[in-house]
């Protein structure tokens, strides 16, 4: 089963960019990338996910690399309601079904 | 609107006691998933159920036991054979052959 490694906590000035990465060196051909935040005692939110090519929505863009081992989540200009813990997971199949597993994340403050 | 519904919020249970959290989605979603989160940890998945009428074990099962009777419901009981039982409990729920998982927003159980 493919897992992910992220830093375990980074930082980030209002206004700028924050890029967290995510590695997912076994990450198999058929398997998406999954990224979700999850604010202080709240259940995880969706923000985005990919297989192959960058994806952007409202929210985020997503960087994945050709070789499918790494990716960075962005957040262009980061607010002080960005300041959460983010996980990267991938879609991992277990008897035939797809469990999602979440490990610590990133735990990212964004300061004034 | 459509999503899911934890209840309660909080729960106080004393030691030697069952207690039931209870989870409601109307997303019409196959899959549901109950989590377990402790302070400063990633989520650990208790138990998952694909189908009605079918669940499955997940990495921490001991001490806990689910019902899926109907589609919409996935309830959650902590027996007292669970040693350490005070944490955040988070439900989810998603499409089986979909790609992204929902989640209620938690509930908060301590053992006084």
């Known amino acids: 089963d493919a897992k992910t490694t992220q830093p375990p906590s980074m930082d980030c000035a209002e206004g700028r960019a924050a890029n967290l990465p995510c590695n997912h060196s076994t990450i198999s051909g058929n398997e998406y990338v999954y990224w979700y935040r999850q604010i202080h005692s709240q259940g995880p939110q969706y923000i985005i996910h990919?297989?192959?090519n960058n994806e952007t929505n409202e929210m985020a863009s997503l960087i994945i690399t050709e070789d499918r081992k790494s990716s960075t989540l962005i957040l262009p200009h980061a607010t002080l309601r960005d300041t959460a813990v983010y996980y990267c997971i991938v879609r991992l199949a277990s008897g035939g079904s797809y469990i999602p597993t979440f490990g610590r994340g990133t735990s990212l403050i964004v300061h004034p | 609107d459509g999503g899911i519904t934890q209840s309660p919020k909080y729960l106080f249970r004393k030691e030697g006691q069952n207690v039931t959290l209870s989870c409601e989605q109307n997303l019409n979603h196959d899959a549901m998933y109950w989590y377990r989160q402790d302070p400063g940890q990633g989520l650990r998945l208790i138990y998952y159920?694909?189908?009605?009428?079918?669940?499955q074990k997940g990495d921490i099962a001991e001490g806990y036991s689910v019902s899926r009777e109907k589609k919409e419901s996935f309830p959650l009981t902590v027996t007292s054979a669970q040693k350490n039982p005070t944490a955040f409990y988070l439900c989810?729920?998603?499409?089986?052959?979909?790609?992204?998982?929902?989640f209620g927003e938690g509930s908060w159980l301590t053992v006084v």
């Open positions: 159920s694909q189908i009605v009428n079918d669940f």
């Open positions: 989810a729920s998603s499409q089986s052959s979909g790609n992204t998982i929902y």
């Open positions: 990919g297989l192959k």
